[in-house]
């Protein structure tokens, strides 16, 4: 059978179509639009549940630093049979001289290792990363700072009759109802206000549920 040519060159054209590479599909300006809106919705979800972890993380670190500063101070108890730079109940304002004694940091009123002579280590705190900015560390003014950056409030059985003034109180006043210990420490957390009405709740002045983080519960 005879092909005339004019056929032959028509199959070879189509042939030589078919073996090359087909162009790859693209994505059009509104699937890329989809796409990018997609992904905002997701980071906007996900980021509330990000933010709530890492404020139950700071938490968590609040508390084992509330646990270590008492251990620390009742060692030091132990080790002195007395507490450090203390002299009554009055919670301490600046606690920097506290933590120079159970640092061994010879500073402040425990200058010459006045306060903690046997300059015992009873605890080990890293300095804060900005000092402008003082978390989670020793700031340059000795005070220990808690994750969201205001000191660690410390009150101490300071005239030794095992009881120290409850700082909410059970019935809504701080000193009421107090605390059967020597040594309580307390962070103001996110919020850095003091919660009250010392009913295990710890409301703000305002009523809202605080989120104050304490060492006796």
Sequence with gaps: MNVEPSTLSVERFVLKMRMLPRPRAAFTLIELLVVVSIIVVLMALAFPAFRGALDR?????????????????????????????????TPITNSGDVFYALRAVSNGANAGDATNPRRIVFMNVPDVRD??????????????????????????????DNQIANPYGSGGGAGSDPLRQGVVVRSFGKDIGAGHNGDNIYRTATGIQSDDVISWQ
């Design 57 to 89: 993380a700071k938490k968590v670190q609040a508390k084992n630093d509330l646990t270590q500063i008492v251990t620390a101070i009742n060692a030091f108890y132990t080790e002195y049979g007395k507490y450090p730079v203390v002299t009554d109940d």
């Design 131 to 160: 000092i402008t900015k003082p978390r989670a560390g020793i700031g340059i003014d000795g005070q220990f700072y808690d994750p969201w950056g205001t000191p660690y409030k410390i009150a101490i059985d300071g005239d030794y």
